[in-house]
């Protein structure tokens, strides 16, 4: 059985290391194809040298662009691979431009697809990544669920592929790097003490093009009077150096994207983490730190049913006012965390296993 996994951003290199070791493990053939939407080294080739993943067999270099631009040249470049390669089965992380393109494609070829994390809903339509997770999970053969309520959302939508709740891939990854997050030095490295400052991230489009909502983000941290580090995506960056900001504060620690190890221990020596991120908000979630999510809807909706994560929108005052308020019943939300259960694992099992199973029993 030829597999052909297919990833392009930060977050599916990360979800994708356990099914890749999994599948090596027992001696299936494995083949990476990198799209190229995260290109810079920061974003991709570090996570590679992290779990020292084998180089892509192709690398489809589709870079920077409109979504329109993303998702086409991704579907003509991923085109020609498949049909020169015949995979067996094409498996796609996420929500991404890059999920949804190589999932168009290989739908269209006839190649049967497997989706990671599949069923997650914010429903927001407005949202480039739930118009993407729709579409895959619809074209999908085998749809693989972090969470139960992950799989109702595709019940109740009648998908044609076959449903296996198997837990989250990232949680794997997370709990096997314990040992390494732990003994990582970034807070030496930036002078900081645990739990003495907040961690912010802001990345998506809707928050970053409109200077408006990202300036208003950047108004609220910077009048908190708490110092909180700012690890920044390359388009925001690109955007605060294009509208003339230069992040200069004395509280904000403006630094660039880390690897995985650094990330999660600044994440977990945290007191508060502040993000747009999909997948932070769940890092966070495990790593017993309140998160604020600076979105009106998430689809991680356990974390925020479970009271440990907080939609803020990007609105200054409803930020501030949200992080006083966390901060003022800190100790609770805190023993709230250390008691909760897990929603993103099924009864133990350990999701690389469930994934690969399935695929060798479904095909």
């Known amino acids: 059985m030829k597999l052909f996994l297919v990833v392009g951003t930060r977050p599916q290199i990360i979800k994708s290391v356990p099914i890749v070791y999994e599948a090596n493990k027992r001696g299936l053939q494995i083949e990476i194809i990198h799209t190229g939407q995260h290109y810079d080294d920061l974003m991709s080739d570090i996570f590679f040298e992290n779990f020292s993943l084998p180089k892509p067999i192709a690398n489809l270099n589709v870079g920077s662009g409109s979504q329109g631009y993303q998702t086409g040249e991704i579907i003509i470049r991923l085109e020609k691979v498949l049909m020169e390669n015949k995979p067996d089965l094409v498996i796609v992380p996420g929500d991404t431009n890059s999920a ?55 019940l109740k ?64 941290i910077t009048l908190l009077g708490e110092k909180v580090v700012f690890p920044a995506h390359p388009r925001t960056r690109n955007k605060l150096t294009q509208i003339g900001v230069k992040i200069n504060h004395e509280n904000l620690i403006f630094i660039n994207p880390l690897d995985y190890f650094s990330m999660m221990k600044l994440v977990k020596e ?13 890092e966070a979630f495990w790593s017993k730190v309140p998160c604020i999510t600076l979105r009106k809807r998430t689809e991680w909706v356990e974390t925020v049913e479970l009271g440990v994560n907080f939609l803020a929108d990007v609105e200054k005052n409803k930020v501030i006012n949200l992080v006083r308020s966390i901060i003022n019943n800190y100790d609770e939300i805190i023993a709230r965390l250390r008691k909760v259960y897990n929603p993103y694992v099924n009864a133990g099992l350990i999701p690389s296993k469930v994934i690969m199973d399935s695929i060798i029993s479904v095909h």
């Open 100 to 154: 949804l393109a190589s999932a168009i494609i290989a739908a269209k070829s006839r190649i049967p697809l497997a989706h990671i994390e599949s069923g997650a809903r914010c429903y927001d339509m407005a949202m480039e990544e739930e118009i993407n997770r729709r579409v895959i999970d619809h074209i999908s053969s085998i749809l693989f669920t972090v969470s139960k309520n992950c799989k109702d959302n595709l």
């Open 157 to 220: 939508e009648n998908v044609l592929g076959h449903i296996i709740f198997s837990g989250d891939t990232m949680f794997e990854v997370y709990e096997k790097s314990l040992p390494k997050i732990l003994e990582n030095d970034i807070l030496d490295r930036l002078k900081l003490k645990p739990k003495e400052y907040f961690v912010l991230t802001i990345h998506r489009e809707e928050n970053v093009e409109d200077p408006v909502k990202l300036l208003s983000v950047l108004k609220a």
């Open 270 to 282: 945290s007191m508060l983490v502040i993000t747009d991120s999909g997948g932070l908000q769940k």
